[in-house]
Each structure stands twice: as structure tokens, then as C-alpha cells.
């Protein structure tokens, strides 16, 4: 091979070769990663991809999803051009339309139906994807309707919820600067790899790290102290944690004096629940939680890393994360430099260090004066605290029509095994008049809508995101659009244009919305598309150290609330003021009867590096490493239960089956079942009910709920390959 | 060296795997001195190995030549093609070659290779019958292939070259018949149970044996096209073509056996040195150390073949620089690889029954497999190894296959 | 220019498979068709003591020094790259023979449905014009490296002579 033939071999950028590298961030996994997203185009295709060296988080690294970007773009599955349902919900059989049909056809069906019935019949739905969430907001708004709901009704807020009941907003992990961390519940090696690198380095400089979590993972090997908890009890965990600090006179006095409510019915509360009584509900050592304990409160500053969803899917979840977040407030390591800090976002869920008008954009403010929104009264805490609608409480309204029924569902995105019960998820949704779904592939869930949208993937459209550290990108589509693909964003402003909706800023498209919102910061688009890779943000700053010396809390108080001052106002109804322990709802001591035919405790939900919900699933390159469902148990249960390593197995609770490969492993304690989630031909999430819900959030109890396992006896094998 | 033939070239007879690996080696590890090469094949070296391959019309003419881009030039100062040494001088370190010239050297490698041969197989008058190993073999076969389609060929011989010989056959569409004097076909590689499955197998695709069987006896046909071969159990059957692959033996006709200490080749210690003095050996004429027996023996492989011309070459750029040899030949177990249409046999070691040995197999529909332990301390350790396999298309049923590299290394562990 | 060689840290290695993908983009292997993965992730879990532990290992070919694949190869169809070290395979020679397949201890000669033998080649057609293999260049823990065998040796001998602290 001659020079230029080994160049275009090994994919070398140049004039000779033809291959050009465009900018992009990767929106697989969203938004806390948005790696940068180095492409390889050559002849307007992308040949390869790897990460961008100055991306100011990623580093140049991707992860396997990301790498796996191509087959993602150029999946065979894309959906091409917009289609009309022809056969039955769910069969798959469209016929293709054009955009202008489509289009009218949505505009004059959700205009009809607002129309008739109201535009809060009207449900505008988020799936995973983050980065179009804002604009489809403020068109629900515009629309009329309350009715703006996100997956994230599954995911994520309820973990916010738990800081702003505690101390009013959210609080990251200051890592670059504290002595010790504490991960509750966090497996990088799975969900964050690229944080990695700093992780080690830092362990190497001598940081303390204290890891809890019911698996051992790669950072539980590295920890100085590692609680392995059963599934669930984490609150009682962070109560034992309570005790020792208070018992021991480890906390911020000065703090939780002049700057908590409830100090004293805590004290209570952790009184009563030591290390030894702990040890028991979350069987782990009690001296082990004596040692974590201390040196957690005598490190500061001490930061607890957080996440997303493993603590809050529980049905006493918010409780639970409640009583860890109340720690960070005990010791004092609130809002200080390497502790938890007070960084609000910027765009996209993001702190960037800048002031946005993004919040402004999304036209909140108006809900105020729409009806009630789904799920108000089941959760009224949710409503409370969050813009967004509880999409867990959509089968029942549909099914009941209380408050008022619902008729359209207009989707950006939408994966109905998400929700517990998904079967009866979808079936409920079945029953409305329209439905219609903007998606990259035609999935399982998009087969059940009227109308289907092909929406672009991250590299072939624009969208501004930004980081923590004040950098930002306003990304240049890489390629065309697959197809007749179009950004969500154009669909939105194409489609308040036919509806009427009388918003010119929605309607003039991204780059004046991305204008509109960046606007106190200084930014300009004329100055973010110069920099298509990104750029620093020069007005931003670092948030400051105890804004709340001067700003106080945002909770009703102003205060820390160890009380919480909302959960009283619906003491009435059943909820607690204080963060107290209460048992998962089925767990082998709160549901002995059923744990006799149910001895082990199913968590749905671990992650696989490869994948991330099913968005990689399709793809063969990630799909090759895992190729079929399935669930981790450990060796001693496999043996009771005569199962081995690799072999099918039958996972059953009182509410379904499914059929899975076993994965024998030591990395899950005896009597869990840590099952691998959302696969279509055995969806973990149909093993529990629609409503085994957390009364506070109205999160699924993904995380611990009873089950038991046997040999699949040759069942399920041929229905398991798809 | 104080002998006085230091002047002198280092002389190498042959140009196949070993003595090419050894022209390289010698260069390599500095060695600036003349080389002479004496061949009986043309100026270009090929690869034995792929010449049923392109008999079978699998790869190109051009493709047996493995070493195009080598530039010979630039390591041989003289290259001495289709000439046959026959015999050598070790007191006045000289090789007389058939054309009366006598070459003197100040190390001479012996590197001459094998050729075919069929004991017991009876005259067939002016035909003769098909081998295969050299590019002329070659040649013969692929036009006698092509010539004929759906020729009916004779197989003489069940050894690996046979097969793959009835390789190139059947991706000739020729009609082929394997004969055998042993009740099973790969009478030293393959154990009964294996050769057994490997026979069905190959008989389902196309393949006729004719096993614990001889020729008695060939006549030609009047047009003398054919060929009716008589068949120790009385059969008579007509062939176009017949192929002899019972064996090969060692290219030394040339060397005095009372001299050098010889048994099937040449024996030679770990650095390829023979018993004479200055003179060294490679390749299928080397008698070298066979790990599984402690013996030494000719083990005629590709693989041996350019670690021993390594060896030979570093020892005796050694040598004539005044240092001491490093580079040992290990030593080597019997191993083999080959692929009928879609199936694989690969066995290394020794499969053989024998008191102690415990012999495991494993029978799937698409593989058969043997293993042969020994007990070595407390452990049973693997000396021997079959996988038969047929690899289908989406190759889903391979893993032992894949295996075969670590059962190979396993056995040589036990040994190393 | 210093040879550099391929790294590998099972110490930072967490088993995420960028670097398994990374590889699968770099060479276009088609993985439902006749592609096979070249680099692979084993997890090797222990228990000692009660205490669980677990080590990732990314694996490919290893590039030998004395590549006994090379030596088996009677196609000529293995040859390594002068300038990096890497041994790759001319899968327009390879006859599919198995040879070296038989002489790899680690088992990592695989063959298409073509039959030909297809295997990693360190990317030496990246590393030639000063790139990092794909698998390098993804890797987020630095677990695989590409480095100058003499810096690779200065790390391995810092690492042994911290035992004499």
C-alpha cells in the first residue's frame, strides 16, 4: 500500500485523503455527559467517529455508545419520511406521507380536540432526549395545555425533589476540592466512564472515598469503606450515618443552628435509629457505618455524590435520599467549595456559570393559569415543586377521565416500557383519539402512534449546550438529515405556525431562540458559530461559596428543613415531615406473606456500559456484547435454585414473568436480583405494578420489590431471540 | 575461524521456508559475508504448502511465491537455481554439483527439502503417476484438473497431502478416490474415532474410500487415457488420473551417511548444527528435537521449517563472527492444520491409546473431538489433541476451533 | 523517530467497551455480517477472603515479538510493519489454512465467512502518520495506551521501585 492508500485505511483526516472532522456533542446519554463528538466525514457520510481533545468534560474519550455513533446515525431502523398509520395501533403498518400532510393533519386534529375538549386534553411528552425539552414546554404552554410531561417522571426529579424539600435546589458533588467523597449509589464504570480519569487521579492524591451500593462495583474495590446495603434501605443507612455525627458531636454546630429548621425532631429521629439497628435493616456492619460516618463528618469539606435514579426508585425514595441529602447540611458541607454546591443551570439541565433566560423560554410562569395538570392530586408534592405534569398518573386518567379526560398525545420521543406496568401503560394510551410520535427509528412505541415524525439525530442538527466549567457549543449540523429527518426544534416552530399558536419566537427557529435565551449572558449566535467545537464563555463565573448567607434557602423557611415544611402541609395524608425510614413496600420484612413464594428482592434497573435505556440496543456493534436479556444473581441463590452461568431463567413476581439469561456473579449480594431493564421481549418494567409508586414523587419502585427465580426449562428460549 | 575457509561463501542448499528464513536470519543478525544458493527449482522461492491451492484453482499461479517481496538480490550474491549438489566434501568443505562445479563453503546449510515417494505402489508403465510438492507438480495436476472435468483421480495415500489433494479434486469437481492400506485415514495425527467422523464426512461430500486396501496391479487403457487399477480385494475401477501421496523423504542422496550421523535426515542439536563441523541442517532434512517423544525426528512442517532456518542462520552468523550461538531451537511437537471444502482438522501432539493416557471425547452434531491426557505430578495433562469440525457458514459452532492455538500451547507448556 | 508499543493498565481498565467499538468503527466491521470483533473485554471475578474483586482485561492480538503466527503462515499473508512492530494480516493472501490459528497461544486468529483470517493490526496505517490506534484514542481511563517503549519502561520501573518505599 502506498502512503495515500494507508492514510485513507487508517481514516486519516486531509485534503488527500478527503476527510474532513466536524464538531458535534453526542446526545446518547444526556445531558449529564454530552460528550464531545469528533466526526470523520468523508463525501458527506460519516466514516468514523472519536472524541473531541477539547472538549472541556470529555477529554477526547467516548464511551461504547458514543462510539457506536455511526450505526446509530445510519441505522437501517431510521425512520425516513413521515408516516400515517394504516393498520392497527401497534402493528407497525404505515403508509408515508409528506411533511405537509403530516403537519396539517396534527395542526388541525390537536386543534379540533383543544377545541372540543380543552386544550389540557392535550399531553406534549418528552421522551429521553433533553436538549428540545424547553422549546416543546413553551409550546404546551402556548398551546394552552399544563399538560408538558417528560420520562423524567421515572427518572432524576424525584432526587431533585428530595434537595429542594431539604435545602430548596440542587447541589452537585464539588469533587476537584473536597477530601472525601461518598458515592450513594454511583457505578461510573457503567453510566459515566469518562469521568473516570480525574476519578483515579484524585483517589491516587489520597481523597477519602466511602462507596454504597448494593453491587460491587469497580469504585467500591477502591473505597476505604464500602457499605454493600440491601436494595431500599438507604434512608435508614443515612439515619445510622445521623446518629453517629450526632451522637458524636461531629456536626456544624453553627450551621444547624442559624441555618436549619427541625433540628431537634431529627435528633429524635436519628436517636432512635443506631448503627447496630441499621446494620440489621441494611445488612452491612455496624462498625462499618461508625467508620464511613466519621469519615464523612470530620473530612470537610466532604461531598456526597449523588444519582439519578437508583435511591428515589423506591417507594419510600425521596424519604430515603431526604435523609443522605440531610447529612450534607448536618456536617456543614453545604454550598461550600468541596462539598455540595448551589450551581444553578444554565441550559439544558447544565450549569455553565452564566446567567440564560432559559427558564423565561420555557413560559412556565403560565401554568399558573391553566387547569390542573395529571397527576396533582395523587402527588401534589410533584406539582409543588416541579413544572412538569407526573406521567405515571396518565393510565389512571385516562382510564377514569378525572379531572377531565384526555384525547392526544403528541410525543418528541417516547419508550412506554419506561413506566411501571408498561403493558397497561400503553393500553391506556391506546385509547386516545391521536397520538403522534417524532423518533429517530420506528420503535415498538412509535408503532402505536397516528403520526410519525422523523426527528434528526444530534450530529444532523444544531443545539446549544454548555458546562459546568463556562464552556459552551452551539453545534453545526455534521450531515444532512437521514432521510427527510427534521430537528424537533423545526418541527415545533413549523407546527406553531399551523396551529396558530401566535408565537414569533418560536416560529423564526433555533437560532433566534438560542439568541433570545443566551441574551443576558452576552453570548451572540454570530459569536457561538464562530466557534463550532465551542468555546469558553467569557462572563461566566464559579458559583459563589454560602450564597445562602445572603439569599437564604429556597425552601419555604429559608432555611435547611430537617422538617419539611411542604411534606407537613400533607401530613393529612399520609406523608412525613421528617425523613424517616420506612420498609421498601414489598420487601421480604415488610411483606413476610410474600416472601414465602417471593424469597428474593428484584431490583430493576443496573446498568450494562453498552447501552443506555434501549437506545443502543438496535445497534449491532453494541448489541454483539449483549446480545440477549439478562439478570445478575448470585452463586449461592443460583445454586439453591439449580441455575448456572449463562443458562435461561424464569424471573417471577406476583404481577408477571419473563425469561432471561442468568449472569452467576459474586458482584450481587445473596438474595438480589439485579435485573438488566427494558428489554422488549422481557421488559423488567411489566414485573411490577403501574402503581407500586413512591406517594412523594410518584416514582416507580424499580429498585427493590420481591420475585423468584427457576430454571427456564427450555420456555421462552425461541420467544427470547428476536 | 582458524581453519582456513573463512574466505569462502556460506553456502545453502535449497531455497524453500527453512533456507530462505535462514538467508533472512543470517543478514539479520549481521552477517555481511558472500552467500551462495544452490536450488533445484527456479530463481524465485514458493511456498510448497500452496501449491495444492493452486492445483485446486483456489489462488493464482503468482500467489505460491510467498516471498515477492523480498528482494533476494540484496541478501544473495549467488544464486545457483535448478542445480542438484550431489555430494559434499566435509574435509575440503565443498559441494559438487551435478554439472561437475564444486562449490566450497565456510558453513554449509543443508536446507534441501523432500520429495514424494510410494513404496509399494506398482509400475504403470509410461504413465507417470501424479505427486505433489514441487511448482512442476503442481502444474501437471492443475492441467490434468482442468483438462478433464469430472476426472476420475486415485488418491494413493491418507496422509495430509492426500487430503489435501482431494481438496484440490473437489474444487475441480473431480470424481476422487482415497486409498489406504490402515483401516482409517491420518493414521499418525488422527485417532479412530476422529478419522472415523472425518471419512463420513468427506464421504458426504463426494469423497470414496477405499481403506485397508492396496494395489495389486495398473494396466492402461488402449487409448492409454485411463488407467484400470486392480485392488488387493479383487475390485477392478477405471482412473483418469492417479496421485501418489504416501510420504515424503528427505533430499540427501547426496550426503555420505557414514560421515554424519543420520537417521531419516540429518541430526542436529538445538543451534541446527549437524555432527560435521561447519555444516548445518533445516527444515524436512533436519532430524531435531521432538518435544512429545524426546526423540529426534523429522517433523516436516512450514513452521518448523522457518524456526529452524532462524536458528541455523543466527548460529551460524554467530559462528563466523567468533560468538557463541543464542538462539536455541526448542524443539517442537507434531501439529497440523487442514480444511476439506468446510472442514477443519487441526490435531498437535500425540492422540495415540496408550497405558496411562486418558483419552476424552467430545461429539457434537457439527464436531468431533478427542483429548489425550497424561498424568504428570497430580495433574492431568493435556499431551495430544483432535477437533474435527465442521464450520459452518455463520460459524457459530467454532469454539473449539478457536481453541485449538491454546490446546497447542498447553501441550507445549507441559514440556517447556 | 522511538518505537512505541501498545499499553495496556488493568488497574484503570473498568471493562466499558469503548475501545471493542472504537475498533469496530476504525475497521468497519460489519458484526451481523462478516465482521468479528478483534478486541474483546474478559471480567475475571475472584473471591478471597469473602472480599469480592473483580479485574477487566481488554484484550486484541498482542503483536509478539516472536509472533509464532508469522512463523506459521505459509502464505505469506502475515507480515508485520517495520516502522511500528505491528504483525497484520494481507487477507488477499491468506488461504484460510488455520496455520496460525494453531500457532497463536491466545487464540486470536479468527476467520470470515470468506475463510480468511481477520485480526487486529494496532492500527498501524494510524500510527504511521502520528496517531493513536482507535482503541487508545477512546479509551477514558487510560487504561490502553499507545507510548514510547522507553516512557512504558520508565512507568513499569516506577511502579516496582515504589515497593521499595
Not at chain 1, 304 to 322: D, K, L, W
Not at chain 1, 631 to 651: K, L, R, Y
Not at chain 2, 9 to 22: D, H, T
Not at chain 3, 41 to 59: D, F, L, N, P, T
Request: glycine share 8%; proline share 6%; hydrophobic share 40%.
Amino acid at each position: 500500500m502506498n502512503d495515500l492508500e494507508l492514510k485513507i485505511k487508517g481514516k486519516i483526516p486531509g485534503p488527500d485523503t478527503g476527510i474532513e472532522v466536524r464538531k458535534s456533542v453526542c446526545a446518547i446519554c444526556d445531558p449529564g455527559t454530552q460528550c464531545g463528538l469528533d466526526l470523520y466525514v468523508k463525501d458527506g457520510k460519516i466514516i468514523k467517529v472519536a472524541g473531541t481533545k477539547e472538549a472541556p468534560h470529555s477529554h477526547g474519550t467516548l464511551c461504547s455508545k458514543g462510539a457506536a455513533t455511526r450505526q446509530y446515525v445510519y441505522s437501517p431502523e431510521r425512520i425516513k419520511t413521515p408516516l400515517r398509520r394504516t393498520g392497527e395501533r401497534g402493528s407497525g403498518e404505515f403508509e408515508q406521507i409528506s411533511w405537509d400532510e403530516a403537519l396539517d393533519e396534527i395542526a388541525s386534529k390537536l386543534n379540533a380536540i383543544k377545541k372540543k375538549f380543552g386544550s389540557e386534553s392535550v399531553m406534549f411528552f418528552s421522551g429521553y432526549a433533553k436538549w428540545a425539552r424547553a422549546y416543546l414546554m413553551r409550546f404546551a404552554m402556548q398551546f394552552g395545555s399544563p399538560n408538558y410531561l417528560t420520562e423524567s417522571s421515572t427518572c432524576a426529579t424525584a432526587m431533585v425533589m428530595a434537595q429542594q424539600l431539604t435545602y430548596g435546589a440542587p447541589a452537585g458533588p464539588d469533587f476537584k476540592n473536597t477530601n472525601c467523597v461518598v458515592y450513594w449509589s454511583h457505578n461510573p464504570s457503567a453510566t459515566k466512564s469518562l469521568n473516570l480519569k480525574g476519578i483515579d487521579k484524585k483517589i491516587e492524591s489520597g481523597v477519602k472515598v466511602i462507596v454504597i451500593d448494593p453491587r460491587v462495583t469497580d469504585l467500591a474495590q477502591r473505597a476505604d469503606v464500602f457499605l454493600q446495603l440491601r436494595p431500599g434501605t438507604d434512608g435508614a443507612l443515612a439515619l445510622a450515618f445521623g446518629h453517629v455525627i450526632v451522637e458524636e458531636g461531629l456536626y456544624d454546630k453553627d450551621f444547624v443552628a442559624n441555618w436549619t429548621r427541625g433540628f431537634d425532631e431529627y435528633k429524635q429521629l436519628v436517636a432512635d435509629m443506631t448503627p447496630e439497628k441499621a446494620a440489621e435493616i441494611c445488612c452491612v456492619s455496624a462498625a462499618d457505618i461508625r467508620a464511613a460516618a466519621r469519615m464523612y463528618a470530620e473530612a470537610k469539606p466532604a461531598c456526597v455524590h449523588f444519582s439519578a435514579a437508583p435511591v428515589v426508585h423506591h417507594t419510600n425514595g425521596v424519604q430515603n435520599y431526604r435523609a443522605v441529602f440531610c447529612l450534607i447540611a448536618l456536617t456543614g458541607n453545604l454550598d461550600i467549595a468541596g462539598g455540595n454546591r448551589m450551581n444553578p443551570p444554565s441550559l439544558v439541565h447544565q450549569p455553565g456559570g452564566f446567567p440564560t433566560r432559559e427558564r423565561e423560554f420555557t413560559c412556565a410562569s403560565k401554568l399558573s393559569e391553566l387547569p390542573e395538570r395529571i397527576g396533582s392530586r395523587r402527588f401534589p408534592v410533584w406539582t409543588r415543586l416541579c413544572n412538569e405534569a407526573q406521567a405515571c398518573d396518565i393510565p389512571r386518567q385516562i382510564e377514569t377521565g378525572q379531572p377531565y379526560p384526555l384525547k392526544a398525545f403528541f410525543a418528541l420521543g417516547l419508550n412506554y416500557r419506561m413506566f411501571p406496568g408498561s403493558q397497561e401503560f400503553i393500553d391506556q394510551l391506546c385509547k386516545l383519539d391521536f397520538i403522534v410520535d417524532a423518533d429517530l427509528f420506528l420503535t415498538d412505541s412509535a408503532k402505536y402512534a397516528d403520526i410519525v415524525l422523523p426527528a434528526c439525530s444530534s450530529v444532523e442538527r444544531r443545539e446549544i449546550r454548555c458546562w459546568p466549567m463556562g464552556y459552551v457549543q452551539f453545534t453545526q449540523p455534521a450531515i444532512e438529515p437521514i432521510g427527510e429527518a427534521w430537528s424537533d426544534v423545526d418541527i415545533l416552530s413549523e407546527l406553531s405556525k399551523r396551529l396558530a399558536l401566535g408565537d414569533e419566537l418560536l416560529e423564526a427557529g433555533i437560532e433566534a431562540c438560542v439568541e433570545w435565551m443566551v441574551e443576558p449572558s452576552g453570548l451572540t449566535v454570530e459569536e457561538l458559530d464562530k466557534h463550532p467545537e465551542g468555546m469558553w464563555v467569557p462572563s461566566a463565573k464559579p458559583p459563589a461559596e454560602r450564597k445562602y448567607l445572603n439569599n437564604g434557602f429556597r425552601t419555604p423557611s429559608g432555611k435547611v428543613e430537617f422538617v419539611s415544611s411542604v411534606l407537613e402541609e400533607f401530613e393529612g395524608e399520609g406523608l412525613e415531615a421528617l425523613p424517616s425510614y420506612r420498609e421498601p413496600a414489598m420487601s421480604p420484612i415488610s411483606r413476610p406473606d410474600l416472601a414465602d413464594e417471593y424469597p428474593l428482592v428484584l431490583n430493576l434497573g443496573a446498568r450494562l456500559p453498552m447501552f443506555q435505556h434501549t437506545r443502543t440496543f438496535r445497534l449491532p456493534w453494541t448489541r454483539a456484547l449483549s446480545p440477549d436479556p439478562h439478570a445478575d444473581i448470585n452463586p449461592e441463590d443460583a445454586a439453591a435454585a439449580g441455575i448456572v452461568d449463562g443458562a435461561w431463567m424464569t424471573i417471577a413476581t406476583p404481577k408477571g414473568k419473563v425469561v432471561v439469561r442468568a449472569h452467576v456473579t459474586n458482584l450481587v449480594r445473596v438474595g438480589d436480583v439485579h435485573m438488566y431493564h427494558d428489554w422488549p421481549q422481557a421488559n423488567a418494567n411489566d414485573l411490577i405494578d403501574g402503581d407500586y409508586l413512591d406517594p412523594i414523587s410518584g416514582f416507580p419502585g424499580y429498585r427493590s420489590s420481591l420475585c423468584r427465580i427457576a430454571p427456564a426449562n427450555g420456555e421462552g428460549k425461541g420467544a427470547v431471540d428476536d | 575461524m582458524e581453519n582456513g575457509f573463512a574466505d569462502r561463501p556460506v553456502v545453502v542448499l535449497g531455497f524453500g521456508a527453512a533456507a530462505v528464513s535462514a538467508i533472512c536470519s543470517l543478514r539479520e543478525c549481521g552477517y555481511d559475508g558472500p552467500l551462495t544458493v544452490v536450488t533445484n527449482a527456479g530463481p524465485e522461492p514458493y511456498s510448497p504448502v500452496l501449491t495444492s491451492y493452486y492445483a485446486g484453482g483456489r489462488i493464482g499461479k503468482e500467489q505460491c511465491f510467498p516471498w515477492k517481496d523480498v528482494d533476494f538480490s540484496d541478501l544473495i550474491d549467488d544464486l545457483l537455481f535448478q542445480q542438484t549438489p550431489v555430494s559434499v566434501d566435509f574435509a575440503a568443505h565443498e559441494v559438487e554439483l551435478v554439472d561437475g562445479r564444486r562449490v566450497g563453503y565456510s558453513k554449509l546449510l543443508v536446507a534441501t527439502g523432500a520429495h514424494p515417494v510410494a513404496p509399494g505402489f506398482p509400475e504403470l508403465g509410461a504413465y507417470r503417476p501424479h505427486a505433489l510438492r514441487t511448482m512442476e507438480d503442481a502444474d501437471r495436476l492443475y492441467e490434468a484438473l482442468v483438462r478433464k472435468p469430472h476426472a476420475r483421480v486415485l488418491v494413493s495415500g491418507t496422509s495430509m497431502v492426500g487430503l489435501k489433494v482431494v481438496e484440490a479434486c473437489l474444487d475441480r469437481k473431480a470424481d476422487v478416490t482415497m486409498l489406504g492400506r490402515s483401516p482409517h485415514i491420518l493414521r499418525v495425527s488422527a485417532h479412530p474415532v476422529v478419522a472415523e467422523r472425518f471419512e463420513q464426512l468427506l464421504e458426504e461430500r463426494g469423497v470414496t474410500f477405499r481403506l485397508s486396501q492396496a494395489v495389486e496391479r495398473v494396466e492402461d487403457e488402449s487409448d492409454a487415457s485411463s488407467y484400470v487399477v486392480r485392488f488387493s480385494n479383487g475390485d477392478e475401477e477405471e482412473f483418469d488420473e492417479v496421485v501418489l501421496a504416501q510420504g515424503v523423504k528427505p533430499n540427501l542422496e547426496f550426503m555420505d551417511s557414514g560421515s554424519v550421523e543420520m537417521g531419516d535426515g540429518l541430526v542436529v542439536d538445538s543451534f541446527m548444527r549437524t555432527s560435521v563441523p561447519d555444516v548445518f541442517a533445516a527444515g524436512d532434512v533436519a532430524q531435531a528435537l521432538d518435544l512429545s517423544s524426546g526423540k529426534k525426528r523429522v517433523i516436516g512442517l512450514w513452521q518448523n521449517a522457518v524456526q529452524q532456518g532462524r536458528c541455523a542462520g543466527a548460529a551460524i552468523a554467530a559462528e563466523l563472527a567468533g560468538r557463541v550461538p543464542m538462539r536455541r531451537y526448542p524443539g517442537s511437537i507434531p501439529s497440523n492444520t487442514i480444511y476439506v471444502q468446510d472442514v477443519l482438522f487441526a490435531s498437535a501432539g500425540s492422540v495415540a491409546e496408550s497405558e496411562g493416557r486418558i483419552i476424552e471425547t467430545i461429539t457434537s452434531p457439527q464436531s468431533t473431538s478427542v483429548f489425550a491426557y497424561e498424568r504428570k505430578g497430580s495433574k492431568d495433562q493435556l499431551v495430544g489433541f483432535n477437533v474435527l469440525a465442521v464450520v459452518s457458514p455463520d460459524f457459530k459452532n467454532e469454539s473449539l476451533v478457536d481453541d485449538i492455538g491454546t490446546y497447542r500451547r498447553a501441550i507445549l507448556n507441559s514440556y517447556l | 523517530m522511538t518505537r512505541k508499543t501498545l499499553c495496556f493498565d488493568s488497574k484503570k481498565c473498568v471493562g466499558c467497551y469503548a475501545c471493542t467499538v472504537a475498533c469496530m468503527d476504525q475497521n468497519d466491521i460489519d458484526i451481523v455480517g462478516d465482521g468479528l470483533m478483534y478486541r474483546h473485554i474478559a471480567h475475571v471475578e475472584s473471591k478471597q477472603a469473602g472480599e469480592v474483586r473483580i479485574v477487566h482485561i481488554s484484550m486484541a492480538c498482542m503483536h509478539c515479538d516472536n509472533a509464532e503466527c508469522l512463523d506459521a503462515c505459509p502464505a505469506g499473508a502475515l507480515r508485520r510493519d517495520a516502522d511500528s512492530g505491528a504483525v497484520f494480516v494481507r487477507r488477499e493472501l491468506c488461504i484460510g489454512c488455520h496455520a496460525c490459528a494453531m500457532a497463536c497461544p491466545f487464540g486470536i486468529p479468527r476467520f470470515g465467512r470468506d475463510g480468511t483470517m481477520q485480526k487486529c493490526d494496532a492500527c498501524y496505517a494510524r500510527t504511521r502518520f502520528g496517531y493513536d490506534p482507535a482503541c487508545v484514542e477512546i479509551c477514558p481511563t487510560g487504561a490502553l495506551s499507545y507510548e514510547d517503549v522507553n516512557e512504558a519502561t520508565a512507568v513499569r520501573l516506577r511502579r516496582f521501585s515504589k515497593s521499595f518505599a
